[in-house]
């Protein structure tokens, strides 16, 4: 069993920062891909980005150039530098980790205030 557990979220003015960490434990196959994803009120949820056990990164268009992500294998944790930071960045940010199946965490809240 993998348990994920986010922390970091919170309130930022827009132009501000944020960083988001997710660490995993439990059984975990060295070859994974970690992310994180975010869902708005009445939206679907999308990706933000995703990093491979061997570092590759992928993002949304939407925050290139302003997100970073990041992970740490020893230790087994992902994370999400958020810069310029806008109000329509606001939603709930899930950690997710791929390996032979798909295991979220529980969501950490994203509010970036105009």
């Known amino acids: 069993q993998v348990q994920l557990v986010e922390s970091g979220g919170g309130l930022v003015q827009a132009g501000g920062s944020l960083t988001l960490s997710c660490a995993a434990s439990?059984?975990?196959?060295?070859?994974?891909?970690m992310g994180w994803y975010r869902q708005a009120p009445g939206k679907q949820r999308e990706l933000v980005a995703t990093?491979?056990?061997?570092?590759?990164?992928n993002y949304a268009d939407s925050v290139k150039g302003r997100f970073t992500i990041s992970r740490d294998n020893a230790k087994n944790t992902v994370y999400l530098q958020m810069n310029s930071l806008k109000p329509e960045d606001t939603a709930v940010y899930y950690c997710?980790?791929?390996?032979?199946?798909?295991?979220w965490g529980q969501g950490t809240q994203v509010t970036v205030s105009s």
């Open positions: 997710n980790l791929k390996t032979m199946t798909n295991y």
């Open positions: 439990g059984s975990i196959f060295l070859i994974n891909v």
């Open positions: 990093i491979t056990s061997s570092g590759s990164t």
